[in-house]
């Protein structure tokens, strides 16, 4: 009894052995799968990612920033990003919210050009080039956006033709805190116009041009996208002309890498009335989108993708053309004044986001999950997808193999009861005596029991059925010798 319960023991342990095997390697799967699974959200701990968050200095340009930043709203919103928009910061205002005040919240900002690039070279003063090197330099630029000329209005009976003549003249320089100020202070310096010599009034002029028409002052600056109501308004005013920087233009954008010439051709403005009533050339600059530096690579992306798909339109609320629009020539990556960032860059090249983004962004978003998996998975995924490689040189090979080694255990289930089986039939060839030969029949039986309860796939019935048939020769064999030790007694 003692034996039979030992081999049946054995017997068990090789049957099971199999489903040992495969369970073993069910669980080494999961606890893999359970780690890949895991990562994620552990690296998110290590590593936080941004919140589903950009906010925007919109302030300035008569409402016009702030009505091209709402037009980005519904693209970032597609991505779990919400856009909060300040239009109660501009100019100075928003480079102090940007780089200054760390409690702001603020994280990108619309630039007038020549703001930042004023603030660096000899005619700089010493606190702006401290305020340049230690805080500008915290900000990057996701690309330019469109034309923002330098109007000079004077009464139409003024000629001056450069600004050097604005020497003894009262003149508005722009508000404050404005960036048309710091630009136009920076052009006027370049032709020594400075407090000494001329009355700077750091104000702005209304629409109606009234002070100028009074002969309160003489000259008033502006720096406003052409379709600026105030600009259209002042423009249309026959008591006021625009000054025409034809004999200098090209010098300023040679000497000032962030200015620009535009022509405004006769009859640009009006036919009726002809307005103007001659070519103008102007200086104009461009307004940029700039961020903070340390902003989320992800974060840059998604925004600089919503610059590229909501441009400036050519058109303006009245459905008019605007001035000096060319269909194509903004957005742009090029920025002389503030380094562009790498993500920025590669979205104007590619014109849209990275596939990782653009193809999981959507759907995690409608999903509810916040924008940090977004992000991580943007940012690590290609990582993974390069680890994962050599991990498939290995992989690949071994799932060829794995047909055989299932084959291989199937099979090792069979051969156990058939080293048993071989055991028995040698006992029963040497057996000499009916005891011995009662011995080796009783685990016969054994064995017929165990492969009677072992379970096996369909495609290897065959092999089950052939060690039930080989069973039976032996038991034909058992008979045989047991008949002849009969005889022999």
Do not use: C
Request: aromatic share 6%; proline share 5%; no cysteine.
């Amino acid at each position: 009894m003692l034996a039979t319960a030992l081999q049946d023991h054995a017997t068990n342990a090789d049957t099971d052995s199999g489903d040992i095997m495969k369970r073993t390697l069910l669980v080494t799967v999961f606890i893999a799968a359970l780690g890949l699974l895991a990562w994620p959200f552990v690296a998110l701990v290590r590593d936080p990612h941004p919140a589903g968050r950009i906010v925007i200095a919109t302030g300035g340009a008569d409402g016009l920033y702030h009505d091209l930043a709402e037009t980005y709203r519904p693209e970032l919103v597609r991505f779990g990003v919400d856009l909060v928009t300040r239009p109660d910061l501009d100019g100075f205002n928003t480079l102090k919210a940007l780089v200054v005040d760390a409690d702001s919240g603020v994280t990108a900002g619309f630039v007038k050009g020549g703001f930042v690039g004023g603030q660096q070279g000899r005619l700089a003063s010493e606190e702006d080039r401290q305020w340049h090197e230690k805080d500008v330099a915290a900000l990057r630029s996701v690309g330019r956006l469109f034309v923002e000329p330098l109007w000079v209005f004077t009464r139409r009976d003024e000629t001056l033709e450069s600004l050097r003549a604005m020497a003894g003249k009262k003149v508005l320089i722009g508000d404050k805190r404005s960036g048309a100020r710091k630009v136009v202070a920076h052009l006027l310096a370049a032709n020594e116009v400075t407090k000494a010599n001329a009355t700077l009034i750091e104000d702005e002029i209304d629409a109606s041009g009234a002070p100028l028409i009074s002969g309160q002052i003489d000259v008033a600056f502006l720096l406003l996208p052409p379709e600026s109501p105030k600009v259209q308004k002042l423009l249309r005013n026959p008591a006021l002309r625009v000054m025409d920087f034809a004999g200098e233009a090209e010098a300023y954008v040679n000497r000032f890498p962030y200015l620009t010439k535009v022509v405004m051709n006769k009859g640009a403005v009006e036919f009726s009335p002809t307005t103007p009533d001659t070519d103008v050339t102007l200086i104009a600059t461009t307004a940029a989108l700039v961020v903070r530096k340390d902003l989320h690579p992800a974060l840059v992306s998604l925004l600089t993708n919503a610059v590229l798909r909501h441009p400036k339109s050519g058109f303006d609320k009245r459905g008019d053309p605007i001035l000096f629009y060319r269909a194509g020539e903004f957005p742009s990556a090029s920025d002389s004044e503030f380094e562009t960032l790498a993500e920025a860059r590669a979205v104007h090249a590619s014109k849209d986001l990275p596939v990782l983004m653009r193809s999981i962004g959507p759907g995690l978003a409608r999903f509810g999950a916040p924008f940090a998996v977004t992000a991580f998975i943007s940012e690590h995924g290609t990582q993974l997808a390069l680890a994962l490689i050599p991990l498939l040189s290995i992989l690949l090979p071994l799932a060829r193999l794995a047909p055989a080694a299932y084959n291989w255990t199937i099979r090792r289930r069979l051969l156990a009861w058939y080293r048993r089986l071989k055991a028995v039939e040698r006992r029963i060839k040497a057996a000499d005596t009916p005891v011995t030969l009662a011995a080796a029949e009783t685990d016969l039986d054994a064995i017929e029991t165990g492969v009677g309860e072992i379970r096996v796939p369909l495609a290897f019935s065959s092999q089950l059925y052939d060690l039930r048939m080989h069973i039976n020769v032996v038991r034909q064999r058992l008979a045989t010798r047991t008949s002849a030790l009969a005889k022999v007694a």
